[in-house]
Each structure stands twice: as C-alpha cells, then as structure tokens.
Nanobody, 117 residues
Framework: QVQLVESGGGLVQAGGSLRLSCAASRSIFSFNAMGWYRQAPGQQRDLVATITRGASTNYADSVKGRFTISRDIAKNTVYLQMNSLKPEDTAVYYC???????????WGQGTQVTVSS
C-alpha cells in the first residue's frame, strides 16, 4: 500500500511563498513520475508540475517561472516551491505518483493553499 502525505499548505498573501512537501511511503524510484495537481472549487483537477524518475521536470504554463518541483531521494520526498503566489493559485494541491512496474496512479489526501489579495 502506497501512502503519499502532503504538508505545507496554508494561507498566504499575494506575492508570498509556500513550500509543499509530499512524503512517500516507499522509494521514489519505485515511481515512474511524481507530481503536483491542484483543484479549485467547481473546477477540474489540473496538472501543476511533474518530475520523472530521470529527474525531468514539466510545468503548467500558468506556474512556469514561479514554481519549482524538486525531490530528496534520501527522504522519499518531493517538494513544490511556490513563489510570487497569486489569488488564482488558491486550490487544494494533491501529490500524485505513477507506479513504475505497475503504471497506476496514487494520490495524497490534499493540502489547501489559499492566497489572499
């Protein structure tokens, strides 16, 4: 059973920063990719950023230049550094992992990020 535990969400003013963490219950090399998605009320869940097993990264256009995804292999943890936050970044942020040997999706419970104007 894979567990992904997110932390680091909260309330911040526009222009501020937050860092989200996603701790996996097993080696992140057991996943083909890990990433962050977000879902605002009444909206679909959208990709924010991903990092592959080989450390390639990908970002949604709306966060390029502001958000950075990274990982700590020793801690089995993926991070999302969010800078220059905007009110439109307000959402529940979910950690995602795609299995390597069995390509299924795993999800964390989500962490709320609220950016006030």
């Amino acid at each position: 059973q894979v567990q992904l535990v997110e932390s680091g969400g909260g309330l911040v003013q526009a222009g501020g920063s937050l860092r989200l963490s996603c701790a996996a219950s097993r080696s992140i090399f057991s996943f083909n990719a890990m990433g962050w998605y977000r879902q605002a009320p009444g909206q679909q869940r959208d990709l924010v950023a991903t990092i592959t097993r080989g450390a390639s990264t990908n970002y949604a256009d709306s966060v390029k230049g502001r958000f950075t995804i990274s990982r700590d292999i020793a801690k089995n943890t993926v991070y999302l550094q969010m800078n220059s936050l905007k009110p439109e970044d307000t959402a529940v942020y979910y950690c995602n992992a795609v299995g390597y040997s069995v390509p299924r999706d795993y999800w964390g419970q989500g962490t709320q990020v609220t950016v006030s104007s």
